[in-house]
């Protein structure tokens, strides 16, 4: 079935750091990807999304591009800030809607100044 | 921005006894909502699809009798955790899916903890 795959961490940068936060998928078709974001006692937050193949998705400076060749879609942000700080899913969804998204395990990232 | 509430934020309760959790979108209605279990360090498990004057949609290894689900209204879904035991004790999120034209967004619940003793 499909899945998704991502570093787990914890991950520990210090502040204006490069991050990147690898993730992976198995998917039968064409996966909608996506980066969600949970900050301390919050809800989800959709960070940014991508819906076909070489399609890149940004938002607060975090980009991720989906590439079907080697199946990835890995979060990345040139210089990480303290309030960065949070929980990131890797997710994806069969259809082009949201219909049962199936999250990664989750990365932690804590940002230190 | 759109929002979805959860209520209560956690609860604490006895095993044995039934827990009720509201998922409700604030500013829009929503015809199909989610929920799922989170579990400490782990990621999000759907449980199930909440559809309005419909059944719920069950995912695989979910007691649909254990894990009531009531989509009474365009903007509130209820989870009912029947008989609850320790092992129920987890981290519940919803979701709401809001259309906007021909664009869907889904936007989570700040979730609700409950802890069975």
């Known amino acids: 079935g499909n899945s998704v795959t991502q570093m787990e961490g914890p991950v520990t940068l210090s502040e204006e750091a490069f991050l990147t936060i690898n993730c992976t998928y198995t998917a039968t078709g064409y996966p909608s990807l996506f980066w969600y974001v949970q900050y301390p006692g919050e809800g989800l937050q959709l960070l940014l999304k991508?819906?076909?193949?070489?399609d890149k998705g940004s938002n607060k400076g975090f980009e991720a591009t989906y590439r079907k060749e080697t199946t990835s879609f890995h979060l990345e942000k040139g210089s990480v800030q303290v309030s960065d700080s949070a929980v990131y899913f890797c997710?994806?969804?069969?259809?082009?809607?949201?219909?049962?998204?199936?999250f990664g395990p989750g990365t932690s990232l804590s940002v230190i100044p | 921005g759109a929002v979805v509430s959860q209520h209560p934020s956690r609860v604490i309760c006895k095993s044995g006894t039934s827990v009720k959790i509201e998922c409700r979108s604030l500013?829009?209605?929503?015809?199909?909502m989610f929920w799922y279990r989170q579990f400490p360090k782990k990621s999000l498990m759907l449980m199930a699809t909440?559809?309005?004057?419909?059944?719920?949609?069950?995912e695989q290894g979910v007691e649909k009798d254990k894990f009531l689900i009531n989509h009474a209204s365009l903007t509130l879904s209820t989870l009912t955790v029947t008989s609850a035991h320790p092992e129920d004790s987890s981290f519940y999120i919803c979701?709401?899916?809001?259309?906007?034209?021909?664009?869907?967004?889904?936007?989570f619940g700040p979730g609700t903890r409950l802890l069975v003793l």
């Open positions: 997710a994806l969804s069969e259809k082009t809607s949201y219909d049962k998204v199936i």
């Open positions: 979701s709401a899916i809001n259309f906007l034209g021909l664009q869907e967004t889904q936007y």
């Open positions: 909440s559809n309005e004057g419909s059944k719920a949609t069950y």
């Open positions: 991508a819906t076909k193949a070489d």
């Open positions: 500013d829009f209605q929503a015809t199909t």
